[in-house]
């Protein structure tokens, strides 16, 4: 059961998450990527809503079923790029924060595939999904009935 909806929130909260979300969709960043790593940290936080919706998401934007299904077991796969592996274990990273860090030798790999600016914009990704996550949690907005709906890109 919804425990807060987005309408009563105080004035500017969900516009300001929107904003940023706008932002990080529109850095450059592949959406179908963007939406991968949006899927795994929703599956690590074990949160409902964000799974189904990224789920829908990603399929809109063009990832296979077949990965999306795996992620929790993505090690173990030949499914995906070592650029999207890195992306994957940056997130995994950044989100259990359960002694993993960002050592050097990982940060060393990711500048071999990401410039210092997609580095920064996959960390604020990476950080505001897991916002959404911890929100989307509290308030409880019931999962199943996202819909995907048109992007609408906004230029900076």
């Not at 179908?32 to 399929?59: P, T």
């Amino acid at each position: 059961m919804q425990r807060i909806s987005f309408q009563e929130l105080p004035e500017g909260f969900y516009r300001t998450m929107s904003e940023v979300e706008q932002y990080i969709n529109n850095c450059g960043l592949e959406l179908r990527f963007l939406e991968l790593i949006r899927y795994r940290i929703s599956l690590i936080n074990h949160c409902a809503y964000c799974l189904d919706m990224h789920f829908k998401e990603a399929i809109h934007h063009g990832e296979e079923p077949l990965r999306l299904y795996s992620l929790a077991a993505w090690k173990e796969t030949g499914y995906f790029s070592e650029k999207e592996a890195l992306g994957l274990e940056l997130a995994e990273r950044l989100t259990e924060l359960s002694g993993s860090h960002v050592d050097d030798e990982l940060y060393q790999r990711l500048r071999q595939h990401f410039s210092k600016q997609e580095i920064g914009h996959l960390t604020l990704a990476i950080a505001h999904i897991n916002s959404w996550n911890r929100i989307t949690q509290c308030f409880r907005p019931e999962p199943g009935k996202y819909k995907v709906q048109k992007q609408v890109t906004v230029q900076a």
